[in-house]
T-cell receptor, first 117, second 116 residues
């Protein structure tokens, strides 16, 4: 079975600074997807970024980028120029590629990010 | 982007009553939907996978007779909490995968259930 580990329960960053959220996972599969989801106080889950395991290039979305290390099974999220609106709980998630979009997501425990003004 | 709605957003009920929560994919069809439960400051716990036209698949430890799931159409799945008790109070979230849109799962806004 796949597992996702987020070992840091909380992190804090100064506004406009950069912060990196860590995530490791364990799987025996070679084809899969990795995601970072954001859950603000409204509790609406929002997709931040996704990475296909077969792609070597790290995904980027504006201020958000990932460092995907497949051999090390590591998938960290870097938030640049942090903004107050980035304060939220962030979840790392894994999905097998076997059943396409209908495969279930495996979530990490999440990390609470606070942004200091 | 794809939109998933949930109704109601907040419900309070008396112990022993049943509560139905609806999950709809508004602009796409979903043969599969997922139901999660989330406690404060914790991760999402998958309860079951809802399959259109067939029985739901429940995760280990989830009582299928207590949490009834019906996937009535390609855009609607319902979760009914039967004979609710205070320990069922939680935040329930559904998600629906949209094929062809990066195979991404889109989440509903959640339903807060409080059982008195």
């Amino acid at each position: 079975a796949q597992t996702v580990t987020q070992s840091q329960p909380e992190m804090s960053v100064q506004e406009a600074e950069t912060v990196t959220l860590s995530c490791t996972y364990d799987t025996s599969e070679s084809d899969y997807y990795l995601f970072w989801y954001k859950q603000p106080p409204s509790r609406q889950m929002i997709l931040v970024i996704r990475q296909e395991a077969y792609k070597q290039q790290n995904a980027t979305e504006n201020r958000f980028s990932v460092n995907f290390q497949k051999a090390a099974k590591s998938f960290s999220l870097k938030i640049s120029d942090s903004q107050l609106g980035d304060a939220a709980m962030y979840f790392c998630a894994y999905r097998s590629a076997r059943s396409g979009a209908n495969s279930k997501l495996t979530f990490g425990k999440g990390i609470t990010l606070s942004v200091r003004p | 982007g794809a939109v998933v709605s949930q109704h109601p957003s907040w419900v309070i009920c008396k112990s022993g009553t049943s509560v139905k929560i609806e999950c709809r994919s508004l602009d796409f069809q979903a043969t599969t939907m997922f139901w999660y439960r989330q406690f404060p400051k914790q991760s999402l716990m998958l309860m079951a996978t809802s399959n259109e036209g067939s029985k739901a698949t429940y995760e280990q430890g989830v009582e299928k007779d207590k949490f009834l799931i019906n996937h009535a159409s390609l855009t609607l799945s319902t979760l009914t909490v039967t004979s609710a008790h205070p320990e069922d109070s939680s935040f329930y979230i559904c998600s629906a995968p949209r094929t062809g849109a990066g195979d991404t799962q889109y989440f509903g806004p959640g339903t807060r259930l409080t059982v008195l």
